[in-house]
């Protein structure tokens, strides 16, 4: 099971080398659904919010928890829901769609994994993302 720092140095380990490297190989860090018995794998949700009201403002989904060598996968606009899985200091490993109930986040797993289901993923900064109570 990793921790918040360990995953934290192996980020800082795998960016500075490659940061030469961002725009042929740009890094992807997975996001983990962390198992417990009794729990969904991803028991958190939220909804994007403060992105702007101009049409073009929008919320860029990243590659990995962080700026260069990452890069933009997806973009989400204010209201749209998220379903997050991970948070990694002000970033949120997320998922998303259209159709969230089928994105496989509310399975119950034994032991820490990759998600690998069929909705779009990736991070995005935790102050626009306003969390459902619980």
């Known amino acids: 099971m990793h921790s918040t720092a360990s995953r934290l140095g192996l980020l800082v380990g795998l960016v500075l080398p490659g940061?030469?490297?961002?725009?042929?190989?740009?890094?992807?860090v997975p996001i983990l659904m962390h198992g417990a018995i009794g729990d969904d794998a991803c028991?958190?949700?939220?909804?994007v919010v403060e992105v702007g009201s101009q049409p073009e403002s929008f919320l860029?989904?990243?590659s990995g928890p962080g700026e260069a060598p990452f890069r933009e996968i997806g973009r989400l606009h204010d209201g749209d829901r998220v379903v997050v899985c991970?948070?990694?200091g002000p970033w949120l490993g997320v998922v998303y769609g259209a159709a969230?109930?089928?994105c496989r986040t509310t399975i119950l797993v034994?032991?820490?994994?990759t998600y690998t289901g069929p909705c779009d993923h990736g991070w995005v900064m935790s102050r626009n993302v306003g969390l459902d109570p619980k």
């Open 86 to 88: 991970e948070k990694l």
């Open 19 to 28: 940061m030469a490297l961002a725009e042929t190989a740009p890094l992807n």
């Open 110 to 113: 034994p032991v820490e994994q």
């Open 100 to 102: 969230l109930l089928g």
């Open 60 to 62: 860029p989904v990243q």
């Open 43 to 47: 028991p958190e949700k939220g909804r």
